[in-house]
């Protein structure tokens, strides 16, 4: 294969701070996520990391500092010395840049798992519905839902619905994946094939920011393991350091009680 | 270890090995249901008896003047009276929902005012006051707000008698109905707009493809049960003298003086209109729950053919066994 520049999908994550009705919930967050790699954001409950992911595609507006996705500013626009909001329709297209797995999945209940999946790209990137099809068909199909396209949402399996909103997302042809706690909903029989799909499209190059409970999953798809407690990022490195080896006692504590 | 209450002999279990499959089942007795049911079909069969044999029905002037041609005419009036007043009642109450839902304060006031003024006002009151609306605006214009207009019209051969009744009722509707089209958006769930939103989707299609349809199962049945009371609140444009179906009927009882038996053609018409909006119903129903259930109910139609199909497989089983 054919050396690339730079592949698309740096993300950078400044001085983030946000705060609900008087309760900080992030405090200074500063995070660099290479492009192609993959990280993993562990944590106890409550201690910010759907909150960050969150923030990162601007499905929450921060309080203090900012997102960049390859050096553009997420949900603002520089002009000199300021800072101007974004419209709306200027934000979603820039959402479309990232992918998001709900932990809910949310897919669209009326609408069939093709339906699910050629929605986006046809209303929002303005792709020809024919082509949008026949790539949504092959992606079903790389989930492992080959035939099931006509389904709707309530007659699958939670584990095919949390398949099919991640086919949803690659539909939009993203530069990054954002999963939060992609498993967190499912029965513990379902939560391996789920993985299974994140860690195949992991090893493909993807990259991806993943907030997940399965310490199992870090250890063998991160590239860097991040463990965030009461709004900050505690330590953050490799698996096998953070995991195996963490320095920090927050982090040892928490590794004790989930594994 | 205390002793359980031995089971006495008659609800006891069988020792095992006994096969249930032998033994015979009695159904359960439900004397007071038969007598409740005799009680009803009594009162039934009087009631059919009555409407019968009470010649002052006068069946024979209702079979006469149910088809008749004015009575028709008005028929065809209220069903078009009814269709322009809900489709602009929907129309107008789905842009008054949104402007509620809207996160600016005027448009959100403005729509609150609206509903509040709407329907504080009698129906009657209100189209009394469009039928008047010339008295108030001799011409309406068309132009820049404020600034000169280009065109004009007389007031009074804008808003004739059915111009003020579809004004009257549909902007009454309105009303009501932003309310049933605000409940049914506020019953989708936040995910969905949330992940609308993580996909991009433009905010008009994110309100027409996404909330909007999964909000109509909420609002279908209430809707239906406006549609319905439309249907028979029309009857109250008579005071514009508007020749629909209750206004048809009053001015042949007033000439004729057959009252009873004119009511009840109206009344018959009405529960046929009725009926067609509820069959109605049951269609786009059943069309909204795409996707809400794992398995569609039936059409009456697929569960009569079901109930054949059974049938015949029992007669032709019972006749097996014969064999």
């Not at chain 1, 626009?77 to 932990?103: I, N, S």
């Not at chain 2, 992940?195 to 049945?221: D, E």
Request: aromatic fraction near 8%.
């Amino acid at each position: 294969m054919t050396a690339v520049a730079t592949p698309p999908g740096r993300v950078e994550v400044h001085g983030v701070h946000k705060s609900y009705a008087g309760v900080e919930v992030l405090s200074g967050i500063d995070l660099v996520v290479e492009p192609g790699t993959v990280t993993v954001v562990l944590g106890p409950s409550g201690s910010g990391k759907s909150t960050l992911l969150r923030s990162i595609n601007h499905l929450e507006k921060v309080d203090r500092g900012f997102v960049a996705l390859d050096g553009e500013l997420v949900g603002y626009r520089r002009k000199g010395e300021k800072l101007h909001e974004l419209q709306e329709k200027d934000l979603l297209r820039q959402r479309t840049r990232f992918g998001f797995v709900f932990q809910s999945f949310n897919l669209f209940p009326h609408l069939t798992a093709l339906d699910n999946v050629v929605e986006a790209p046809v209303s929002a990137q303005g792709r020809p519905r024919r082509e949008v099809e026949e790539e949504a068909r092959a992606l079903l199909a790389r989930v492992g839902l080959a035939g099931r396209e006509g389904a709707y949402p309530r007659q699958l399996s939670g584990g095919q619905q949390q398949r099919v909103a991640i086919a949803r997302a690659l539909a939009m042809r993203p530069a990054v994946l954002l999963f939060d706690e992609p498993t967190s909903a499912l029965d513990p029989e379902l939560v391996g094939e789920v993985l299974g799909v994140i860690e195949d499209l992991a090893s493909s190059g993807t990259t991806m920011i993943v907030v997940t409970h399965e310490i199992g999953f870090a250890r063998r798809a991160a590239d860097r393991v991040v463990f965030m407690d009461s709004g900050r990022i505690v330590e953050t490195g490799p698996p096998e350091q953070v995991l195996d080896a963490p320095r920090h006692e927050r982090t040892k504590a928490f590794l004790a009680r989930v594994l | 270890m205390t002793t359980l209450a031995q089971p006495d002999a008659a609800t006891a279990a069988p020792p095992p090995g006994t096969p249930y499959d032998q033994l015979r089942v009695v159904p359960a007795r439900h004397p007071g249901r038969w007598a409740a049911t005799a009680v009803v079909a009594v009162l039934l069969a009087m009631v059919v008896n009555s409407l019968v044999t009470n010649p002052r029905w006068e069946w024979d002037v209702v079979g006469a003047y149910l088809t008749e041609e004015s009575i028709v005419r008005g028929v065809l009036t209220t069903i078009q009276l009814t269709l322009i007043t809900a489709v602009l009642g929907f129309a107008l109450g789905t842009v008054l929902a949104l402007m509620r839902l809207s996160r600016s304060p005027l448009l959100q006031a403005v729509s609150w005012g609206y509903t509040w003024v709407f329907r504080s006002v009698p129906l009657i009151l209100q189209l009394l006051l469009w039928y008047n609306l010339a008295y108030l605006y001799r011409t309406l214009e068309i132009g820049i707000p404020f600034g000169p207009g280009f065109a004009s019209v007389d007031t009074l051969s804008l808003i004739d008698k059915f111009g003020a009744a579809v004004l009257g009722l549909g902007l009454h509707q309105a009303a009501y109905s932003a309310e049933i089209v605000r409940a049914g958006i506020l019953s989708v769930d936040q995910g969905q707009l949330e992940a609308a939103a993580s996909l991009g989707i433009p905010r008009r299609r994110q309100t027409t493809r996404i909330v909007l349809p999964q909000a109509m199962r909420t609002i279908v049945p209430t809707a239906v049960n406006e549609v319905i009371g439309l249907f028979k609140g029309t009857s109250i444009v008579y005071v514009l003298a508007l020749g629909e179906l209750f206004y048809t009927v009053s001015v042949i009882y007033g000439r004729t003086q057959r009252v009873l038996p004119m009511l009840v053609v109206a009344a018959v018409w009405y529960v046929v209109l009725t009926t067609v909006v509820t069959i109605l119903q049951y269609y786009v129903e059943r069309y909204y729950a795409r996707g809400a259930v794992r398995t569609l109910p039936p059409t009456p139609l697929q569960r009569l053919r079901g109930n054949l199909t059974a049938g015949i497989s029992r007669v032709a089983a019972v006749r097996g066994g014969v064999r």
